[in-house]
């Protein structure tokens, strides 16, 4: 019985140490003199609304991101959102969408660190080629390095 309780505990604090051991930052940098970053989460979630970074311990999932300058819905409806999903378990993907209700409202851009430097977009702007304008079109950029981080940039 003690030696299988005592397998039990070393296998939970193991599963702690793996999920402890993913972590992600997104970085901001708004250019634009106005506006306030935010970083929304799957679920509603706000991480973020400022500059500077934010860390998690794990995955990130869901992201999206905007410069709220007033005008944009929660789910930046009205604004540029850059879209990301950053974990070890698959590829980190991240991409700009102007699919309405979402619109060019000021530059954006992200681009990975700490792992697949230099991959990212930029979207300067409203006929931005890189950007999602619907479904079927657009540019995903991934990243399969672990513990990736991305920065996302406003009037750049």
Not at 6 to 28: G, N, Q, R, Y
Not at 69 to 95: K, Y
């Amino acid at each position: 019985m003690f030696a299988k309780l005592t397998i039990a505990v070393v296998a939970a604090a193991l599963a702690l140490v793996h999920v402890k051991a993913e972590t992600h930052t997104v970085s901001f940098t708004n250019n634009c003199g106005y506006g306030t970053p935010y970083l929304w989460g799957q679920n509603g979630v706000l991480y973020s609304s400022g500059e500077g970074s934010y860390t998690s311990d794990g995955p990130l999932l869901g992201l999206i991101s905007y410069l709220q300058n007033g005008n944009c819905g929660n789910d930046g409806e009205g604004c540029t959102t850059v879209e990301a999903t950053l974990e070890n378990a698959s590829n980190s993907a991240a991409d700009i969408t102007l699919i309405s209700p979402h619109e060019f409202s000021v530059t954006s851009g992200f681009g990975f660190y700490g792992g697949c430097d230099g991959a990212g977009e930029d979207c300067t702007s409203a006929d931005c080629p890189g950007a999602f304008t619907d479904p079927t079109n657009g540019l995903i950029v991934s990243c399969s390095e672990p513990n990736v981080n991305i920065a996302i940039t406003f009037c750049d």
